[in-house]
């Protein structure tokens, strides 16, 4: 016996657009219930499984948003999708920000249709039982939310912008949500826009026919033609120039594209995810960056913590990378106080820089093992980091300056030993000093660990 057809609900007032969407949906081989109202569609979820909804904005009896926010509040897989009036960006935004798997305009364009169906059921039938292995290291409480925002973002089409510092692992992010997702068999394509020269780009993006422009020798896919079926992720998005902002809206609202030299566009299916280092919305507020655009990339925000605000996962984050950079049979190692080095520096390069450090350190490193020394944490946090002492005011001079000068540095050492909850190894680290260095300004100043 055939398994059982995948099976698809349209909710629409319309009888004219429901019996064209139940036409163009039944000739894809599906199975098509309709619905003309709020109340008759809860009544068909009430009794069946659907593998997707389509539903107008606007019912005689209520929202089409009611059933997007229905199916999650009731924790349900299934993807709603909206119909939405052409031209209504705020309508297609507030239905993807509220939980839609995507949008459809009217009028319908049947081939955007087919494509948006389409993916809705790889999404219900071709997404693995078990998500794939996180490419983002660590255990702490903020990567554990991390990576469930991911699993949870996974299962729409919405637009996502990834904020983050250099560094800190945005892309990562990316390839992690399009490998959750039902596109994960499709590419991932990774666009650095501030690397692309501005003469260049609608040919990179949209891709040119042969003859097009002198040196155009044959036909080429742009990055939105190669990334069909998958994600395309726009790196540093707030570098690219007004001029191709107005075209790349254009683009995200038509979801057709132009090559250069053609006369028709074409339709693409790419699932949009941005990512930069700056403030975008500083940047809209500047004019340098579009706010149509801004508003459309921006739908939902995800944000990917600073290494300094996760040092918890330095000791997973280093196995890591210490195990891709060994060489088969040699273990690297590290040795004493290296770890609370690392843990005493800021990393204002995030985990890109870390790989660097260990990188260079596993250069310089004997028998496999790493000493503090091959560091070279030249910015590592050291006393000059640390809030300036108290001092006298300006006009006056202390009546004995040794005995201030103890003062002053009895108040930074005990400043650095709270830090480190009394581990006086990272306290020496932080001051920049040696541990025998410490234990005698200690011994001399009369500072001793707390009794437990």
């Given at each position: 016996m055939s398994a059982r057809s995948p099976r698809v609900l349209v909710v629409d007032d319309e009888a004219d657009l429901r019996e064209l969407l139940e036409l163009t949906l039944v000739k894809m081989g599906l199975d098509v219930d309709s619905a003309a109202s709020l109340a008759a569609a809860r009544a068909l979820l009430a009794a069946h499984d659907y593998q997707l909804v389509l539903t107008d904005m606007r019912l005689p009896d209520g929202l089409g948003l009611e059933l997007v926010r229905e199916a999650g509040a009731a924790g349900r897989h299934t993807?709603?999708?909206?119909l939405t009036a052409f031209g209504s960006a705020d309508n297609a935004v507030v239905a993807l920000k509220a939980g839609a798997f995507d949008y459809v305009?009217?009028?319908?364009?049947?081939?955007?249709?087919?494509?948006?169906?389409?993916?809705?059921?790889?999404?219900?039938?071709?997404?693995?039982?078990?998500?794939p292995a996180s490419r983002l290291h660590g255990d702490s409480a903020v990567m554990r939310a991390l990576r469930a925002q991911i699993a949870r973002l996974a299962r729409s089409m919405a637009p996502i912008a990834i904020h983050g510092e250099s560094g800190s692992g945005k892309e990562l992010a990316a390839r992690d949500i399009h490998a959750?997702?039902?596109?994960?068999?499709?590419?991932?394509?990774?666009?650095?826009?501030?690397?692309?020269?501005?003469?260049?780009?609608?040919?990179?993006?949209?891709?040119?026919?042969?003859?097009?422009f002198t040196g155009a020798v044959d036909e080429r896919d742009g990055f939105f033609q190669a990334a069909n079926g998958g994600t395309l992720m726009l790196d540093e998005v707030a570098d690219l120039p007004l001029a191709m902002q107005v075209k790349l809206l254009r683009a995200i609202q038509e979801r057709r594209v132009r090559k250069l030299g053609a006369t028709a566009e074409e339709p693409v299916d790419v699932r949009l995810i941005s990512a930069t280092h700056k403030n975008l919305a500083q940047c809209v507020e500047q004019g340098g960056f579009r706010q149509d655009l801004f508003y459309r990339l921006n739908v939902i925000e995800l944000s990917v913590p600073p290494l300094r605000a996760r040092l918890d996962d330095l000791p997973l984050l280093i196995a890591a990378i210490l195990g891709r950079l060994g060489a088969a049979?040699?273990?690297?190692?590290?040795?004493?106080?290296?770890?609370?080095?690392?843990?005493?520096?800021?990393?204002?390069?995030?985990?890109?820089?870390?790989?660097n450090i260990l990188e260079r350190a596993l250069a310089f490193a004997n028998g496999g093992v790493i000493q503090v020394d091959d560091l070279s944490l030249k910015g590592a946090r050291g006393a000059a980091s640390l809030p300036p002492p108290?001092?006298?005011?300006?006009?006056?001079?202390?009546?004995?300056?040794?005995?201030y000068l103890n003062q002053v540095e009895r108040e930074?050492?005990?400043?650095?030993?709270?830090?480190?909850?009394?581990?006086?190894?990272?306290?020496?680290?932080?001051?920049?000093?040696?541990?025998?260095?410490?234990?005698?300004?200690?011994?001399?100043?009369?500072?001793?660990?707390?009794?437990?």
């Open positions: 993807p709603v999708a909206v305009c009217k009028p319908v364009a049947l081939d955007q249709l087919r494509l948006m169906v389409a993916s809705a059921l790889r999404l219900d039938h071709g997404a693995p039982a078990a998500p959750q997702s039902a596109r994960a068999a499709q590419p991932f394509i990774a666009v650095n826009c501030g690397a692309i020269p501005e003469a260049l780009m609608e040919a990179e993006f949209f891709g040119y026919r042969k003859g097009a049979g040699q273990p690297v190692t590290l040795g004493p106080g290296v770890l609370e080095a690392l843990s005493g520096y800021a990393f204002p390069g995030n985990v890109r820089e870390l790989e108290s001092s006298p005011a300006a006009d006056t001079l202390p009546s004995s300056l040794p005995d930074i050492i005990l400043r650095a030993l709270a830090r480190t909850r009394f581990n006086r190894t990272q306290a020496a680290q932080l001051l920049g000093i040696s541990f025998r260095q410490l234990r005698y300004q200690m011994q001399k100043l009369n500072i001793q660990e707390p009794e437990a």
